[in-house]
């Protein structure tokens, strides 16, 4: 009978050296990331107290054009916006409104037909 040599105990699933590798990498990424971030507050603070310094002292807002001119809704200028109620009642004649319409949102008559033939 031919004996058959011991199995050797089984080597460690990761050496020494390794464990220690890694234990370094680990360190140097959570130093990296918190000088990153200590870097952003200090970048972030900075701005801050330079927007603050550009910051106008006075908080009057002064506009330009006409000062004596009552201000205006400018919406309503560009006809973004309808007119106000207040600008119609001035008027001695009322003035319809219209309100413009898109054909690509209009009801498709086609459909409509449809539906009332189901029906």
Not at 86 to 103: F, G, L, M, S, W
């Amino acid at each position: 009978m031919t004996e058959t040599p011991a199995k050797a105990p089984a080597a460690a699933a990761t050496p020494e050296h390794d464990t220690m590798r890694r234990l370094q990498i680990g360190v140097a990424g959570l130093v990296i990331v918190l000088l990153l971030v200590g870097l952003a507050g200090l970048i972030g603070e900075r701005a801050r107290e330079k927007a603050a310094a550009d910051a106008p002292v006075s908080t009057e807002v002064k506009m330009p054009g006409d000062p004596s001119k009552a201000p205006s809704a400018p919406l309503e200028e560009l006809g973004v916006q309808p007119v106000s109620k207040d600008e119609n009642e001035a008027v001695a004649v009322k003035i319809p409104q219209t309100v413009p319409t898109v054909p690509d949102l209009q009801p498709d008559p086609e459909l409509q037909r449809a539906r009332q033939a189901k029906q």
